[in-house]
């Protein structure tokens, strides 16, 4: 009998035949249902929008890798994912120079400048968002366009809301299937469901951030006195909690970070909308908890096994 030889190499062993291109194909195929309500309630120009957002977002990135003279990157879908998302992140009405200049800082300026895909710190899509916000604020807040239900402009749930105007408020159900205003990927609860049992089933995300992030949503907003299923469906919160709270990149690895990170957007998410004199809460919340992601992983890291904890040598110890 041969002897059969192993090759050994350093830890960890860990086997698997997930890749970023597959993990990010999944990810497209999640937000595909959110794309179609998208269409059905917006019309072309939601479709278009995105579009323009991927298309950018590709370019952006192959350019990006040959300035810096690094190997290309956009067969990874990394960057065609973060382009649906920032799409989703916009009203309907917003121009299509709004959504190249987002998908351009998010890629050249929160993705590529830090090292590209797993350096950068915040989700390039949020930070994106919170860019576009900031510079061009009354077309991405407020209100939205629906091209198909050929309506007017109107505020959204939320800035409804935070203007004391109860009696405009659609229905539970108009609400979670998405015949509301709002952004294009935000507005149908039912879609981004579909998106999020897909990806815990394909095993891309658990169940941890998301349910725990909507479920503190839903405990503060009974605490204020608030109508907690109101919050769950109106906004962002949905889009967020399924797919950019999980992103790997920016989010705690280890189990008990992940539950203070996901409690974490929660809080901030409410009290942001409750006091605050921005509507929606979702994008600044997780970009702040992206930020304390190193911070959380340093204080939540498990105990190494057999590693005891050194004993502090005190001034009159070393004395002796």
Known sequence: MGTKLFTVSSSP????????????????????????????????????????????????EWAAGKIMKKESTIGDLSAAVTGVLIAFNLPASAPWWIAAVGSVFAILIVKQAFGGIGHNIVNPALAARAFLVVCWGARMTGSAFIPAADTVTQATPLGLLSEGITGQMPSYMDMFLGNMYGCIGEVSALALLLGGIYLIIRKVITWKVPVIYIATVFVLAIIFKQDPVFHILAGGLMLGAIFMATDYTTSPVTPKGQIIYAVGCGLLTMIIRLFGSYPEGVSYSILLMNVATPIIERYTRPRVYGVVKAKKIRPKDEVK
């Open 13 to 60: 062993h860990i086997k698997s035949n997930a890749t970023t291109t597959v993990l990010m194909r999944d990810v497209l195929i999640a937000l595909a249902p959110a794309m179609v309500a998208a269409v059905i309630f917006f019309g072309v120009s939601a479709l278009m929008l995105t579009g323009v957002c991927v298309a950018v977002a590709i370019l952006t």
